[in-house]
């Protein structure tokens, strides 16, 4: 059976093993760099203000610093499948369908490529079909997570009976490059690897639906084109950050948001949230704006899979707080990210009552009220 609307999964999250200490890689940044005094104060202002407590990697700092654009690439192919391999493995147990059940798998990262992508590597590791229809969403940076929810809504709506494996994985800590260039040392405060994947389909599946998903809205801030850059090197990717995004991040949320939706945030970073705050699209103390700071806070920013991150914890926070019961999306909201243009994306995740289908044939339990 069908529905009108694809329908979104909980989604599964994965990070590294090797966590550490914020402080402590600061500490350890500023040593293997070399930096002045005064790059010592600015990284430690910037670690101050960060809102971030740990961060995972897939490899040491040490080993990455002085890699080649191509020994990192070489170390994306061989650490990114197994990390999106456990994100995935959640997200088909949430969605109660196997491997074998996928005919759609998109891969979205911004931080490492090759051909034949992970995607191959993915499918073929997880036992899935040879007839999977495969796609990549390249370089799209902290939105590319809303970019891959929307290409696979389109999809299943496509193809009713599809069932599409959405996957992020990013390593950012693979492009921490050795300059003391003080973009760079926000950059290299700021990111963190994970991976988190979904699987959106308009046929109902065993698993609970958390979300109907809609079209949502995109917007490109006029004059900001060189806010936020992310460009290939000789060592590694180099991101740009410019001090005005935070601002331009709020004059467009004022006008953006509206009033139909609540805001399911992407925390690209602490002022990324108090602008969002400002703005009045999320309110600080409450999940809307909490839940993305605990994400940032924990984990740091993982880019297109952050945002999945913050889905997935709202869901889990919910079923505890129900005794285990489904997740039900209180009211519509625009799971929204900022990128590069800049860019500001979004998809509208509506309020559904489709059961599951272990509901539907589940017997009928009378409680008694007075008990």
Do not use: K
Request: charged share 15%; net charge negative; hydrophobic share 50%.
């Amino acid at each position: 059976m069908s529905v009108a609307r694809p329908l979104l999964h909980a989604p599964g999250v994965a990070t590294p093993a090797l966590v550490r200490a914020q402080t402590d890689i600061a500490a350890e940044q500023a040593e293997r760099l070399g930096l002045s005094s005064t790059a010592q104060q600015f990284l430690g202002r910037v670690v101050a203000g960060s809102g971030i407590e740990h961060r995972a990697a897939v490899v040491p700092l040490a080993d990455v610093l002085h890699m080649s654009t191509a020994e990192r690439m070489h170390a994306f192919h061989l650490h990114a499948p197994p990390l999106a391999e456990r994100a995935a493995r959640q997200a088909l147990v949430n969605a109660g369908i196997s491997a074998q059940d996928i005919t759609d798998l998109i891969i979205v990262t911004c931080t490492g490529f090759r051909s034949p992508g992970i995607g191959l590597a993915l499918a073929a590791s997880m036992g899935m079909r040879d007839s999977v229809r495969h796609m990549q969403v390249g370089f799209m940076g902290c939105f590319g997570g809303v970019t891959g929810l929307r290409a696979a809504a389109g999809l299943a709506c496509a193809d009713p009976e599809a069932r599409v494996l959405l996957v992020c994985v990013e390593l950012c800590s693979l492009h921490f490059r050795p300059d003391a260039d003080p973009q760079n040392l926000v950059a290299i405060t700021l990111f963190a690897d994970g991976a988190a994947a979904a699987v959106i389909s308009c046929a109902q599946l065993p698993g609970a639906a958390m979300a109907a998903i809609g079209a949502g809205r995109s917007r490109v801030i006029p004059g900001t084109e060189d806010h936020m850059t992310w460009t290939v090197t000789d060592s590694g990717f180099a991101m740009t950050l410019a001090r005005e995004v935070p601002d331009a991040v709020e004059q467009a949320m004022r006008e953006f948001a509206g009033a139909d939706a609540a805001v399911i945030l992407h925390p690209g970073g602490a002022g990324i949230i108090d602008a969002c705050v400002r703005a009045g699209v999320v309110r600080a103390g409450e999940p809307s704006a909490e839940v993305p700071r605990a994400i940032l806070r924990e984990h740091g920013n993982m880019s297109s899979g952050t945002v999945l991150f913050v889905l997935e914890r709202m869901w889990q926070s919910e079923r505890a707080a129900n005794g285990g019961a489904p997740y039900a999306l209180p009211q519509p909201a625009l799971v929204t990210a900022f990128g590069p243009g800049l860019t500001v994306d979004s998809v509208m995740l509506l309020q559904t009552n489709v059961p599951s289908a272990a509901e539907r044939h589940a017997p009928t339990t009378l409680i008694n009220a007075s008990a």
